[in-house]
């Protein structure tokens, strides 16, 4: 989730706003201000309007004080963290770093609903002490905005602290199995496992109160089971890859002999007689043995087509002082964090000036699918040999 606007940093967190936010404010203040039309008709179309306008931009402030609790507790406990996005399913924290002990995990995951629920309980307290009577609307703009906000933070606090993972809810309770267990791995997997139930019965739920006549709020229901359901089936597979390559180095899975080609080269003939012969997607661009820089699909993509016997290799290349570089000891996780971080396909290699072999997501993919392959394989044929009859030799 990136930000198209950014708003400014906090304590180095920088702060920003994805447009989806906007639709759902607008509908929060929308529906806000026709309800307080129909509750209180003598309040007049500005302080109603203005009232709903102040609540939906309050509502901003105190998801941004939920996600402000998580960060601020995550560097508290020493962990990293780059920006806070608000988005229309509330907002997120990129903390860059994983709890390396399942107390920060619990504290930091725990800090959001704890002060979504102190904020909610403090509006309404503070209402309570401008007059408002619990089992009856609010009468002013200023309680009626108190009030809805006091709810709603209550209501963000409960619904967070269900135990779906990736949901804070979920976290605490990856956080106390990882306690209990000691294992991070399987405490993420058993997490992750309850997250996608628990979204299952969101999408049976909104499925069914839709079919019961509930119309946009099932849909509503089942779209947000939907949404939990992806996250916990991706928390999933990012456990599978971090338990794969944990521990491994880069020069254990790096391809070798990754191809050269001459940096005099045109462009027209490095397309003709590399790219479309070879099939690889990456190549080197060498000066007497030292990695000059690197060449790809994407970069020969960006040279218009009829400049192509005009332009050399050398030209057309990415040199090595823009690349992001790694050497054979690189932890095989941080490779693949600096890939996804950059949106980019594949680190080179070099020790010493010189190119060793290249590290690429689609390599890496691979060697995951092989692996999962040849276990499930083996739990597969694995009865079968207990079923062998006694006395037969194998
Ligand atoms: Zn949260």
Redesign the pocket.
């Known amino acids: 989730m990136h930000a198209n606007i950014k708003l400014g940093t906090i304590h180095g967190i920088e702060i920003g706003l994805h447009y989806s936010w906007f639709i759902i404010a607008s509908l929060i203040a929308l529906s806000l201000g026709e309800r307080f039309r129909q509750v209180n008709p003598g309040w007049g179309t500005s302080r109603i309007w203005i009232a709903a306008l102040a609540t939906a931009v309050l509502f901003f402030a105190t998801l941004l004080l939920?996600?402000l609790?998580?960060s601020l507790v995550a560097q508290a406990r020493g962990l990293k963290v780059k920006a806070i996005t608000l988005f229309a399913l509330?907002?997120v924290?990129q903390i860059e770093d994983d709890a390396t002990d399942a107390k920060t995990e619990f504290w930091v995951?725990i800090?959001?609903?704890l002060a979504?629920l102190v904020i909610g309980f403090g509006c309404l307290a503070v209402a309570v002490s401008l007059g408002w009577q619990r089992s009856g609307e609010p009468r002013t703009a200023v309680t009626a905005v108190l009030v809805w906000l006091g709810y709603i933070n209550v209501a963000l606090a409960v619904f967070?602290m269900i135990p779906g993972f990736p949901?804070?809810g979920g976290r605490v309770f990856r956080a106390i199995v990882w306690a209990i267990t000691k294992n991070v791995d399987r405490s993420t997997r058993i997490a992750a496992g309850v997250g996608q139930v628990v979204a299952f019965l969101f999408i049976l739920d909104g499925l069914w109160k839709f079919f019961g006549g509930a119309g946009f709020n099932g849909l509503w229901i089942a779209f947000i089971g939907w949404f939990l359901m992806d996250a916990a089936k991706s928390s999933y597979a990012q456990v599978e890859l971090a338990a794969a390559f944990r521990g491994m180095r880069v020069s254990e899975v790096m391809s070798h002999g990754c191809a050269i080609v001459n940096r005099g080269m045109s462009l027209q003939d490095f397309v003709d007689t590399c790219l479309l012969k070879t099939g690889e997607r990456c190549f080197a661009v060498e000066d007497g043995g030292r990695l000059e820089g690197l060449i790809t699909l994407r970069d020969v993509g960006a040279v218009p087509r009829d400049r192509w016997d005009k332009t050399t290799v050398r030209e057309a290349m990415r040199p090595v002082e823009e690349l992001h570089i790694i050497t054979p000891d690189t932890q095989v996780l941080d490779a693949l964090r600096l890939m996804a971080g950059n949106d980019i396909n594949q680190l080179p290699v070099v020790s010493n000036g010189v190119l060793q072999g290249i590290v690429s997501r689609s390599h890496l993919m691979q060697l995951l699918q092989a692996r999962s392959d040849l276990q499930s394989g083996a739990a597969h044929h694995a009865p079968l040999h207990r079923m062998r009859p006694k006395g037969v030799t194998p």
């Open positions: 939920h996600e609790s998580h509330g907002g924290s995951a800090a959001g609903p979504s967070n949901l804070d």
